[in-house]
């Protein structure tokens, strides 16, 4: 109950920047919502944030790239 995490949304890199970021950002604070709801993790231990398309960690180039570069990243604080 003592752990704060940040939680950090990404795209791959169809669709343009500003869109990608916002994505990235409304994804972030869809898991901290369901990690609220589903599992009563007080949002007080969350924070998000939104990278868009801007650290790929794989190609964008193919199908599975780009499934890949949509994620989540949970960073303990």
Not at 31 to 39: C, G, Q, S, T, W
Not at 59 to 74: Q, S, Y
Request: aromatic share 2%; net charge positive.
């Amino acid at each position: 109950p003592t752990v704060k995490i940040k939680i950090v949304g990404h795209t791959d890199s169809d669709g343009a920047d500003a869109v990608n970021l916002d994505l990235s950002k409304r994804r972030a604070i869809a898991v901290k919502n369901a990690l609220n709801k589903d599992f009563s993790i007080d949002n007080s231990r969350m924070e998000t944030d939104g990278k868009g398309e801007s650290e790929p960690i794989s190609t964008n180039n193919t199908a599975e790239g780009k499934a890949k570069n949509r994620r989540v990243e949970f960073i303990k604080l």
